[in-house]
């Protein structure tokens, strides 16, 4: 009994607790904050710092501390607290106790209840410990008349925590940050203190600078500073030397953008904004101010925001700076919706709204946070938050988190709760059949939201109440409800179908099962069963007892079913669907029986009851305040007993509402209100109810009500520039909208509406925000409410600005006359009484009181006051800044009003020429500093500075002062003026000025260049040629042309140009353009220029260029199998741009695919066709072949394709190789074959034949079939003393192919030794193993032996000889080759057996020599080595520059020769090569040393190089030798020759880029000079210093002791009197020439008897000396008979020959300076060659010299040999350089040459330049040919 007890508490108790949660749960509500801690705090640690953080929710929630790794934040005594209501104190310590976890850490507010957890943003907390610092001052000094700037310079450690408060102007005028200024002074916000307008005066004041540490609001003062005053004289043009790039404000603050210029005189400024589409000025404005180099914005908006540029000039040009500024606007975080109820099962879905101002911000960092912890996929810019499938675990408080760049973050909450969800079952019970007796328990478990309720049934009523039974129900701490049912003794009438049913409001869902217990049949007692009319009436016989038979139903002594509405179901339940009131009302009788015959009765009542039905009602339309309304809600059908009752929106009717409810009768109520008001306006229902059902129906009473004020309007006043909200509310039904309108003028007069734009917001609740407030904003503006019921409602507010003063623009400036009375004006605008105080430079306030000259009067205006300063008799002394300053209760303004006093002018000073052109020049000129008089204009004179005649002067006037400066048009080019000023005054004009000289600049040509012709050259290359424009038409020294070219193809209209340098004489010119398309047509244009610009371009000529092989391969090769020996190949040409020219046909070449030891022959083939398909015949059949395809034009082959491999298909084998018929027994012939050298295929399958011979006679012919694998047969059971002939063939899937020869044996008794298998060539792999089998019949003795020599086992270390006779090899090398042979013997017969082994093993290194090499390519041979019994399967070359990387390329097998292209030129090169076979690669050869064509640059003859004359000196660049290498840039420097030994150099450049010429300008007549030059190119560079004296003033030559004196010195003197120079040179060169005939012969006959005793001894020589050899590049016609020698014997290792040109037909161009020559380079190979592959390169046979020049070092011959050759203009000498950077510039290798060459070819070039070269009018711009050194190897 204590069990049943217990589970009846239980239950009572939990039951309470589960009725009474509901109610309590509708009111929780997480976590918010209140206060939120802001994102940093910092604090010293003299005062502490604490966090404060407060929360509200239901239940309240309590506020907790972490870190930010999410651990606890706890107390530590002395140092942090935690007080009961959320703050976090951190208290004040001493330096030593400071704790980075503690006072520089990352801190978080949690607050948390049972709805769930919010976490607060981080903050970051600071504590600085305090420390003394001291600030300095730091002067920007400026000019006179400029802005000088004061800055407050703070020590890095304290920067960001002090903060400038204001400046000191000694001794104790104290200037303060504003937007405005005091016009002498302004301190900006950022602390920088500008002193505007410099005077003299202003150095004698000092200034300090007082900063404040904002944490420990200590002030600290620096140190007076004095200003300093720029003195410059002259017109300087503005610089800007301080300027705030980047300015960052928060919206609503003031931004300050500075800009400060200095230049004299002092610049004007401009400001322009470029956030449009153009840069737009700005203007000043209300918000606005333009103070000089200030640009001051208050109040910001985001508008604001953009790029700034500020602008200052003054005469001398402009400058100008761009600014950004960047407004932060604050955001807003709110998420949609903040409170979300769902179904479990549901989908929740939260937005995260960011705004900014209202208006929505896009692309944010949004996090999203479940009860504290960051959700797995946040972190994205989306701003939707979906939470599928909700359960339990998804309610709580959610957070979106918004981080912006900057660093600040922002955060909203919203709560998810869980809504309504159906039961579902967790647990249930099963089926059960029992004894009597036994304690039995039911359980059922469900879920659901609310929590669901559990009730049990038995067979649908309710359970029996007796004391056997106990029910128990609890929840778990999960929301589940768990329900059990005891029964502590179970006896038979306890049997049935128990069922559990779980319901809430959501829905219900039930379990049913039964419970058997044994025993007689027993049937419950049934209760009166109610039944709804309409509806299904399930009856369920409660019989207890098992087993039952059968259930049966009786009505009125008939059984059930006697209507179609009626079914027994098979569980024995009666169902009636649908459910007759008349009908079905009565008594059933239930009964059943079981098989025994047992049974029993039992009788219950059904009454059926009719559900109610609710007749429709409606209340009547435009029902208003105070009418009575009334409406009846009857029910037309339906059973009592009736209950009536009425509802308002869902709540019985409440007493307050004055509505009277009556009952009409008992199926009648009647609903009445007296006097409607807006209270009444809701859902009125009618609920009808019986014991059947209820029923509702609902109708919408709508009361219209008019509109009144919930928040009415009132006058408001607000600050100019800020912001107000002005509140109007109403209420009323329908609701009422809300309209602003302004009144247009007077109170009563007309008004519009106002309308949403920008800095106007209406917002929803009908309040009108006004952001920055200005004077227009001013008035009475009306609210008006309407719903559509009466007149609706309006009220009149008036709207003040307070309005501070202001000006229309911060300066103005004001002229008069010496003597006249000045009248300075301001009119300010801003709210009355405003106070006005004029005062002088900004400090001192002028009185008429004190100054008897001045009055002052002031009226008002409309818009504020008008106000006027007079002084009387002006003066110099009464110039400068006045300052009209205005101030209200407001604030403050001023004005600088700028007076400047006419005196009679001075003559203007600093004349200089702005601009020179050929036909004008800009004069600009500054006026006198002192006593500025009225200038109203000025007058230019000019005429021209001719010495021999003297012209008048000519006049312009100039009417625009203070410009400065005039432009004179219509002058000569070329041609030198004199020009002056004279200002004019009132006072009359001023002296002229000093006279200024100038030379007008040339004009561009006027005309183009003439008789352009273009030929071709070669398929790449067009020489084009044309002659100097008209003399006339070159208005000035032709310095180059510009030569356009392009395709005539193309659509394109505009030409590619490169330059060529001229001559400054104006000859003819020529240029080689190279790099273009092949055989394509090209239009050629040329235009001349001068140092202005180009001329006009000539008429356009064509050419085209010359046919080449084509540069790509034909397309889309294919091949397919035609038969066994025919292969068909087809292709598409190549691309039609790629030809090059005409095709003339196509090449194919093919070679087959064998794995041969070595190839007896080459099997590459090749055939030519003109059509795009071939067919290949009389190939091997089934093999696979390599083929390519390439295409050709009449010059040459083209590109290849790449191959294609193609197999030919299967045929029938040839006949076996051999075979072999031996007698193994007397009864047994063993027979053995070899496969088919030729299988065609493969061999599927062997056929063996037999044929028996008895004399002539054929006894028996049989055929057997083998398989493929097997090459052997024994025939058995032969007879004996029979001949028996066997031959083979072998098949393939084709066919059968040929039979073997026929081999015939006769058995017999006597088995003589013999040998089955077959010798011959074996081929193995070094390192393998191979089996030498021998196998033999009659049981022999064998022998092994190799080469006749005996084999005995162990003789050999790696070899093994097995029982059966093989002969095992293993771990091959290639000593192990040769002929093995087995001999057998058993005394019977002999027989013998020989295998020749071939071991393949790596190829030996292959010979590689150079043949030669130019400056940019080195081309080589080789010979193979031994192959290694392979072929040669690839060559690999490697190569590297001297301290650089290795490069690898792999080349053919076919390939004995390479050319490395694209090299550096003068740069040595570590060349090898190694082979690939099959099994292995060799090792590299010897490693060769190469060294490119070039050397660093020579040394060019003075007199070739300088040009001198009196005051300038011209440098030939071009004529400077580049030795092969193409110079990349010059450095030259000069200084005069004085007696001061370390005399200053004067650098004209540092990377003169190569040109023509150049002219040094600024030198002083009759001076020497030293000049210091240096050429650099990718070889070197070479240094060289030359003197040369100017000319005198007047062109003469210098005088002679300067030129001694230049003698004197250790170098060359140069001036220009060519008279006394060409003789001079004449006779030097006549004896030297002379000493140099006689050096010439005496060595040529010293050399002649050397080399002859040389040639003897070379004879007696090794034979490995006579392989040495020279190679050359390619044999080129003979001339003359002459040819290179080809011996070594014959030639020098040092020689060098001169190479003609390939076609004889392209002339050569003359040089206009020394020749820069290619030298091909002869290798002489000393080492002796491999024998096999020593045959030399094909010998050069080459064109003789035509001039030999002969030069002695080191007792050797020289000869030289020139070749001349053109290349790209595309790669011209300016191109080339600029792709050689001096940066880029690679190492020189000089240190690695051979100083013998080297020299060698510096005294070769020398000589070449030392020789007279006629110079002609003929432009050349080929590329310097490039010269490689002779290398000995």
């Known amino acids: 009994m204590w069990i049943s007890s217990r589970f009846f508490v239980i239950f009572l108790l939990l039951h309470l607790d589960t009725t009474c949660s509901e109610p309590f749960e509708a009111h929780l509500r997480g976590p918010g904050f209140v206060m939120e801690p802001p994102g940093r705090v910092e604090f010293s640690n003299s005062s502490g710092g604490w966090l404060d953080c407060s929360a509200s929710g239901s239940p309240q929630p309590t506020v907790d501390w972490v870190h930010a790794d999410g651990s606890a934040v706890t107390e530590i005594h002395g140092v942090r607290r935690v007080l009961r209501n959320g703050t976090l104190v951190l208290m004040p310590f001493a330096a030593a106790a400071y704790h980075q976890d503690v006072h520089n850490t990352i801190y978080r507010c949690i607050a948390s209840n049972s709805v769930g957890r919010i976490v607060s943003r981080d903050v970051q907390v600071r504590a600085v410990v305090a420390q003394a610092y001291k600030v300095d001052v730091e002067v920007l000094s400026a000019s006179r008349g400029c802005t000088a700037i004061l800055r407050c310079v703070v020590p890095t450690f304290v920067k960001e925590l002090v903060r400038v408060v204001s400046w000191v102007h000694e001794p104790a005028i104290y200037i303060y940050p504003s937007l405005q200024g005091d016009g002498k002074f302004h301190l900006l916000p950022t602390g920088e203190l500008l002193i505007h307008n410099l005077q003299e005066s202003d150095e004698s004041q000092s200034f300090r600078c007082r900063s404040m540490h904002r944490l420990t609001r200590q002030v600290v003062v620096s140190s007076p500073t004095r200003l300093r005053i720029n003195s410059h004289r002259g017109i300087i043009s503005p610089s800007v030397v301080e300027h705030t790039a980047h300015v960052q404000v928060s919206q609503d603050e003031g931004a300050v953008l500075l800009c400060v210029a200095q230049g004299c005189p002092s610049p004007e400024y401009s400001w322009f904004t470029h956030n449009g589409a153009g840069p737009l000025p700005v203007l000043s404005g209300p918000r606005v101010r333009l103070l000089g180099p200030i640009l001051a914005i208050e109040a910001v908006t985001g508008e604001d925001s953009g790029v700034y540029k500020c602008t200052a000039g003054n005469v001398g040009g402009e400058a100008s700076a761009e600014l950004r500024l960047t407004v932060a606007t604050p955001i807003q975080v709110e998420i949609s919706p903040n409170v979300l109820s769902v179904h479990m099962g549901g989908t929740a879905e939260f937005r995260c709204l960011v705004t900014s101002n209202g208006s929505p911000v896009g692309m944010q960092n949004i996090l999203w946070y479940k009860d504290g912890r960051q959700l797995p996929s946040s972190g994205r810019v989306e701003d939707t938050l979906v939470v599928p499938r909700v359960s339990r675990e998804n309610r709580g408080m959610y957070q979106c988190v918004v981080r912006r760049p900057e660093g600040d973050t922002f955060q909203a909450t919203a709560e998810l709760q869980l809504g309504d969800a159906p039961p579902v079952l967790l647990y249930s019970f099963i089926e059960q059949t029992l004894q009597p007796g036994p304690a039995v328990s039911l359980k059922c478990s469900a879920a659901g939201n609310p929590t669901p309720q559990i009730s049990w049934t038995l067979d649908g009523f309710p359970l029996p109440s007796n004391g056997r039974f106990m029910i128990g129900q609890y929840i778990t701490v999960h929301g589940d409800v768990i329900s059990h049912v005891n029964i502590s003794h179970v006896m038979v009438e306890d049997g049935g179908e128990y069922a559990c049913i779980a319901e809430n409001r959501a829905g219900r869902v ?199 004020w919930i928040v009415e309007p009132v006058d408001a006043n607000v600050e100019r520039n800020r912001h107000i909200m002005l509140h109007c509310q109403a209420q009323g039904v329908p609701t009422p909208s809300i309209v602003w309108k302004k009144a247009t003028g007077s109170k009563s007069g007309e008004y519009e509406e106002v309308r949403e734009r920008p800095f106007t917001k209406l917002l929803g609740n009908g309040s009108l925000l006004l952001q920055h407030v200005k004077e227009d904003r001013e008035g009475f503006y009306l609210c008006q409410a309407n719903n559509g019921i009466g007149t609706g409602i309006g009220k009149v507010i008036q709207l003040k600005v307070n309005s501070s003063p202001y000006f229309s623009s911060t300066s103005r400036s004001v002229m008069v006359k010496k003597g006249d009375t000045a009248l300075l004006q301001c009119a300010v605008s801003g709210d009355k009484p405003i106070n006005i105080v004029w005062l002088r430079s900004g400090k001192n306030t002028l009185n008429p009181s004190t100054n008897y000259k001045i009055s002052v009067k002031q009226e008002a205006t409309p818009d504020g006051v008008s106000a006027e300063l007079q002084i009387r008799t002006v003066d110099a002394t009464d110039s400068g800044p006045y300052f009209c300053r205005a101030s209200n209760l407001y604030g403050n303004d001023q004005q600088l009003v700028q007076l400047q006093v006419q005196e009679p002018p001075l003559p203007p000073s600093v004349l200089e020429a702005a601009m020179i052109s050929s036909r004008s020049v800009n004069i600009k000129w500054q ?46 080019p070329a041609t030198r003026y004199a020009f002056r000023v004279i200002a004019e005054g009132s006072a009359g004009r001023s002296a002229p000025s000093q006279e200024l000289i100038v030379r007008t600049e040339p004009q561009r040509p006027a005309g183009p260049p003439l008789s352009l012709s273009a030929r071709p050259l070669s398929s790449t290359e067009l020489l084009i040629s044309w002659v100097a424009p008209l003399p006339e038409l070159r208005h000035g020294d032709i310095q180059g042309y510009n030569v356009g070219y392009k395709l005539s193809s193309s659509g394109n209209t505009a030409y590619n140009f490169t330059s060529v340098a001229g001559d400054y004489d104006g000859g003819n010119g020529e240029l080689l353009l190279s790099g273009l398309a092949k055989f394509a047509r090209y239009n050629v244009v040329v235009q001349a220029f001068n140092q202005v610009g180009p001329g006009p371009l000539s008429e356009p000529t064509g050419a085209q260029t010359m046919e080449d092989v084509p540069s790509r391969p034909p397309e889309d090769v294919r091949c397919a199998a035609l038969s066994s020996q025919s292969l068909q190949v087809s292709w598409q040409p190549p691309p039609i741009y790629h030809t090059n020219g005409l095709l003339q046909g196509y090449k194919l070449i093919f070679e087959p695919i064998i794995d041969d030891i070595q190839p007896s022959k080459d099997e590459v083939e090749s055939r030519k066709t003109t059509a795009l398909t071939m067919v290949l015949t009389g190939l091997r059949k089934y093999t696979n072949y390599s083929i390519q395809v390439l295409a050709h034009t009449r010059m040459g082959d083209g590109v290849v394709s790449k191959p294609l491999f193609c197999h030919s298909e299967e045929d029938v084998p040839e006949a076996p190789a051999d075979i072999k018929v031996v007698s193994s027994s007397s009864q047994s012939l063993y027979i053995s074959w070899l496969p088919p050298n030729e299988p065609n295929g493969v061999i599927t399958k062997y056929s063996l034949y037999t044929r028996v011979v008895n004399g002539r006679e054929e006894l028996n012919n049989e055929k057997r079939s083998l398989p493929s694998q097997q090459a052997y047969y024994e025939a058995k059971g032969l007879h004996p003393h029979m001949e028996y002939q066997f031959w083979v063939t072998a098949s393939t899937r084709v066919g059968e ?66 029982d059966s006779g093989d002969l095992i090899i293993s771990s091959l090398q290639l000593a192990d080759g040769g002929n093995y042979s087995c001999q057998v013997d058993n005394g019977i017969g002999t027989d013998r057996l020989t295998h020749t082994l071939v071991v393949q ?162 030198l002083t007549p009759s001076t020497l000079y030293q000049l210091r030059m240096e050429a650099h190119n990718v070889a070197g560079i070479s240094q060289a210093d030359f003197t040369f004296v100017t000319l005198t003033k007047d062109g003469d030559p210098p005088p002679p002791e300067i030129v001694h004196r230049g003698h004197r010195g250790q170098t060359t003197v140069i001036f220009a009197n060519m008279n006394l120079l060409i003789p001079s040179i004449a006779a030097v060169s006549g004896m030297f020439c002379t000493i140099i005939m006689v050096i010439v012969c005496y060595r040529h006959k010293q050399a002649n008897h050397i080399q002859k005793e040389s040639l003897e001894n070379r004879a007696n020589s090794e034979a490995a000396q006579r392989e040495r050899y020279y190679a050359t590049i390619h044999k080129v016609s003979m001339q003359n008979n002459d040819k290179i020698p080809e011996t070594s014997e014959d030639i020098s290792p040092y020689a060098t020959f001169q190479l003609s040109e390939a076609g004889g037909n392209m002339s050569q161009p003359h040089h206009g300076g020394p020749a820069n020559t290619l030298l091909h380079s002869f290798m002489y190979h000393e080492r002796a060659l491999a024998e096999g592959c020593s045959s030399p390169p094909p010998a050069a046979v080459l064109n003789p010299p035509t001039t030999t020049h002969h030069h002695h070092h080191h007792q050797r011959p020289l000869k030289t040999i020139h070749n001349y050759y053109q290349t790209s203009p595309f790669h011209n000498i300016s191109k080339n350089r600029r792709r050689h950077s001096r940066k880029t510039e690679p190492e020189s290798e000089e240190s690695e040459s051979d100083q013998d060459q080297l020299t060698s070819s510096r005294t070769e070039s020398s000589n070449q330049h030392e020789g007279k070269i006629k110079h002609n009018s003929s432009l050349i711009q080929h590329f310097p040919n490039h010269n490689i050194s002779i290398t000995y190897l």
């Open 1297 to 1362: 192919g040929k039979s073997s020869r026929v081999s015939s044996q006769i058995t017999t008794n006597r088995v003589p030794a013999r040998i089955i298998s077959f010798g011959g060539s074996v081929v193995r792999p070094w390192r393998s193993t191979v089996t030498l089998p021998c196998t033999a019949v009659g049981k022999p003795k064998r022998e092994w032996f190799k080469s006749d020599v005996a084999l005995r086992q162990g003789g050999m270390h790696n070899s093994q000889l097995l």
């Open 510 to 708: 039930q379990h049913a099962a039964r419970l058997n217990i044994y025993g007689l049949p027993y049937i419950r007692l049934i209760p009166k069963v109610t039944a709804v009319s309409g509806e299904t009436l399930n009856l369920k016989c409660p019989v207890a007892g098992y087993p039952i038979e059968e259930i049966h139903w009786e009505r009125g002594g008939r059984e059930l079913p006697d209507d179609i509405r009626q079914r027994v179901q098979p569980d024995g339940s009666l169902t009636i669907s649908p459910v007759q009131k008349n009908s079905d009302s009565g008594v059933y009788t239930c009964w059943a029986r079981n098989k025994q015959g047992h049974s029993a009765r039992r009788s219950g009542e059904v009454t059926v009851i009719v559900p109610p039905s609710i007749e429709p009602f409606a209340f009547q339309e435009g029902l208003a305040e105070g009418m009575r309304t009334r409406t009846v809600c009857g029910v037309s059908r339906g059973d009592p007993p009736l209950k009536l009752i009425w509802l308002k929106d869902g709540d019985p009717l409440p007493d307050l509402l004055g509505a009277n409810v009556t009952m009409l009768d008992q199926y009648s109520s009647l609903l009445s209100i007296p006097s409607l008001s807006a209270t009444h306006s809701g859902e009125y229902t009618c609920v009808a109810k019986n014991p059947a059902a209820e029923i509702k129906y609902t109708a919408l009473l709508q009361v219209k009500v008019p509109p009144r």
């Open 1401 to 1562: 093993v790596p190829p030996t290194a292959p010979v590689l020599y150079v043949t030669s090499a130019t400056s940019s390519s080195i081309l080589m041979h080789w010979k193979c080595g031994f192959t290694g019994n392979a072929p040669i399967t690839g060559y690999t070359l490697f190569y590297r520059r001297t301290n650089g990387n290795t490069d690898e390329m792999q080349l053919s097998r076919h390939a004995s020769s390479h050319e490395l292209k694209g090299l550096v030129c003068g740069s040595t090169y570590q060349i090898h090569l190694s082979a690939q076979n099959k099994v292995g690669t060799s090792p590299t050869s010897t490693m060769l040393h190469v060294r490119t064509q070039g050397q660093s640059p020579g040394h060019p003859a003075s007199t070739a190089l300088l040009a001198p004359n009196s005051t300038s000196l011209l440098v030939r660049l071009h004529s400077w030798p580049d030795n092969g290498c193409p110079l990349l840039y010059f450095v030259l420097q000069y200084r005069a020759v004085t007696e001061d030994p370390d005399a200053e150099w004067v650098l004209v450049s540092n990377a003169l880029k190569p040109q023509r010429r150049i002219v040094v300008n600024n």
């Open 927 to 972: 006026p006198k500093t002192m006593g500025t008089g009225d200038v109203t204009k000025y007058l230019v004179e000019f005429r021209e500075a001719d010495p021999l005649f003297v012209e008048q002067w000519q006049q312009i006037e100039v009417k625009d002062p203070p410009m400065f400066n005039a432009l004179i048009e219509n002058l000569k």
